[in-house]
């Protein structure tokens, strides 16, 4: 059975209609207009224990109104939400003592002490175990690098080391599901790193279910299995992250240095089968569907115009797909 | 539960322990403030004024536990409740494995322990400074600590309602001037409620504010019988239900209507 099941997921907004200026205020006071936005529009997933979810979309897609739903903090219009078994906002205690949650700038620590005090707390407040404490705490100590940062006051460490002890208090009452809403939103690489490893790890071991929404698409490449594309409300893709760039990108893009050209390449080749991005006197980038064509044929056509020096292929990332998704140049079926 | 909300306690006042040379100042400006209620008074007594049949000490007595009482009645979560649902931090502390209600009464005595550390070091230094009258015996005393106990939680129920307004004002500061004006006025803070007219006493003998204040200085005097100080007793338990199911009813429904803020 799935650990979280959502069915026809909806929820509306009611956004005040301001108009500008004093009068606009004043005639709002005694005359409100609202107007109905739907942030999340009829949807469905199911997800099985364990799983790596990526859920990914612009802002203002619903994700944060989706996940919000989840952990039972946003009652939805329509539709129905169960997270193991509870229907969140209805039972929002006993769900919460079952999840973990991230969110962006939010924090469970407490800025005044040192860091270990809030995990004392937390241990207190989900009566962990003694022992079961002591063997998280040493491991997420160990994997999150958080030996000296445990006794330092909260205020006093940067944000990179702040979210280290913010994802270890997360999972320390070993939930079964967790939340994380951009955990790695202004952190640099080697901490961005450190977190993702953790998740993978406790992953694999605890079998902890992790729902992660994210704009570092790095994180989704290296965490996730599969990915929950959302756009406006509705999910548009839902399935395995390799799948995902099967369908969408199967693009390729090669780059090329080259010399003694003689003609523009992007219009000798405007009829052929790849597309040219760039074209320089010394360089030229072109992106091709790998169904169709390779890249020797790609060399083959370039080659009647200009000397080939040097050659990268790429295959085109997340990253780019989800671009052209998002600029509406993908056109879903 | 009640090991949860103690340790929530704890941590609260571990926090604002912190800051100890803030209740160092605190302490300076609450002695500076009785000492000008005693200047006062003085000069009224001085002109041969006889107040309400109180004595000059019985004044002096009255402020100084009226301003050392002001922090332990007065210090509540309204600001750190308003202030986390202005910035959406509220979010957070609803994902706690523990009702909201249990977790702000946890923060609520954390701050307890830092008003009663500035009350009673006030109360003792000012007792020493400027002579006060003793409670009229020690099962008064011990009725004066019950009222405040039992006011301590009725305010804190009327906090959490107020508050939650913020829910859909965001307003914060406005609310906690409210509280300060209805507190103070109602509570005997200003004067003794005697000296106002009969209607203001009419509406504080109604409201639950008087018995944060005035009445168990009362009690403390010894001015109140018996019988008086379980009627006390009892309309505190009312109001302690009344404003609890209110505050429960006015959660249940904002948290089914709300947009949390940020994110």
């Known amino acids: 059975m799935a650990i979280i099941e959502v069915k026809n997921l909806v929820k509306t907004y009611k956004i005040s209609e301001k108009q500008n200026g004093m009068l606009g205020y004043i005639k709002h006071l005694f005359h409100p207009k609202y ?24 802002n203002g897609a619903g994700k944060s109104t989706t996940i919000k739903m989840l952990t039972g903090l946003l009652t939805p219009t329509s539709g129905s939400v169960i997270v193991n078994g509870l229907v969140p906002n209805e039972k929002r205690i006993q769900n919460n003592k079952q999840i973990g949650a991230v969110f962006g700038q939010k924090t469970q620590l407490w800025w005044d002490l040192p860091v270990i005090e809030s995990f004392r707390l937390i241990k207190k407040m989900y009566e962990i175990p003694e022992g079961e404490y002591r063997k998280n705490l040493k491991k997420f100590t160990e994997i999150l690098q958080l030996e000296e940062l ?25 939930p079964k599901i967790v939340y994380l809403d951009e955990p790695t939103i202004g952190l640099d690489i080697l901490v961005k790193d450190n977190i993702r490893k953790f998740i993978k790890d406790i992953n694999k071991e605890k079998k902890t279910t992790v729902i992660l929404t994210t704009h570092d698409l790095k994180d989704i490449e290296e965490v996730c299995d599969r990915i929950i594309l959302i756009d406006k409300g509705s999910i548009i893709y839902d399935g395995e992250k390799e799948k995902f760039k099967d369908i969408y990108g199967n693009k390729i893009i090669a780059e090329f240095v080259v010399k003694n050209k003689t003609k523009s390449v992007t219009l000798e080749t405007q009829e052929e089968d790849f597309e040219v991005i760039e074209e320089t006197e010394n360089s030229l980038k072109i992106r091709f569907n790998h169904d169709k064509l390779t890249v020797i044929n790609i060399v083959d056509s370039i080659s009647k115009y200009c000397e080939i020096l040097d050659m990268h292929v790429q295959e085109q990332g997340l990253e780019e797909i989800l671009k052209e998704i998002y600029r509406g140049e993908i056109i879903r079926d | 539960m009640i090991r949860k909300i103690i340790a929530i306690a704890k941590q609260d006042a571990r926090e604002g322990l ?13 002695m500076i403030q009785i000492a000008v209620y005693v200047f006062i008074w003085l000069a009224i007594y001085n002109q041969g004024n006889q107040i309400l049949g109180m004595s000059f000490e019985q004044v002096t007595t009255y402020y100084i536990l009226v301003v050392s009482l002001d922090p332990i009645i007065g210090w509540g979560i309204n600001e750190i409740l ?9 979010l957070r502390e609803l994902l706690h494995p523990i009702s909201f209600f249990s977790y702000y009464f946890g923060i609520r005595i954390g701050e307890l322990v830092e008003a009663g550390i500035v009350g009673i070091i006030t109360f003792l230094l000012c ?4 002579g006060i009258v003793l409670p009229q015996s020690l099962f008064h005393f011990c009725a004066f600590l019950v009222v405040i106990v039992l006011s301590i939680i009725v305010i804190y129920f009327f906090e959490m309602i107020l508050s939650m307004s913020a829910f859909y004002t965001n307003s914060v500061w406005g609310i906690e001037i409210l509280k300060r004006a209805i507190i103070s006025i109602f509570s005997g803070m200003i004067a003794p409620l005697t000296l106002f007219p009969e209607w203001v006493q009419k509406i504080a003998n109604f409201l639950p504010f008087q018995e944060c204040i005035y009445t168990p200085i009362n009690i403390y005097f010894g001015e109140l019988s018996n019988i008086e100080i379980l009627q006390t007793i009892i309309k505190q338990g009312i109001w302690i239900t009344v404003l609890y199911l209110l505050a429960k009813f006015i959660f249940h429904k904002a948290i089914k209507n709300i947009t949390i803020n940020g994110g």
Request: aromatic share 12%; net charge negative; hydrophobic share 40%.
């Open chain 2, 82 to 90: 308003g202030e986390a649902i202005r910035d959406g931090q509220v």
């Open chain 1, 150 to 174: 445990l006794d330092k006051q909260v205020k006093n460490l940067s944000l990179g080391q702040k979210m280290r002890c913010e994802i270890a208090a997360t999972f320390l009452h070993n």
């Open chain 2, 18 to 30: 912190y800051y100890r040379f803030d209740l160092l100042l605190y302490i300076c400006n609450f």
């Open chain 2, 127 to 130: 007792a020493i400074l400027f």
């Open chain 1, 35 to 58: 107007r109905e936005q739907t942030a999340v529009n009829n949807v469905s997933f199911n997800i099985e224990e364990g799983e790596l979810v990526g859920y990914i979309g612009e």
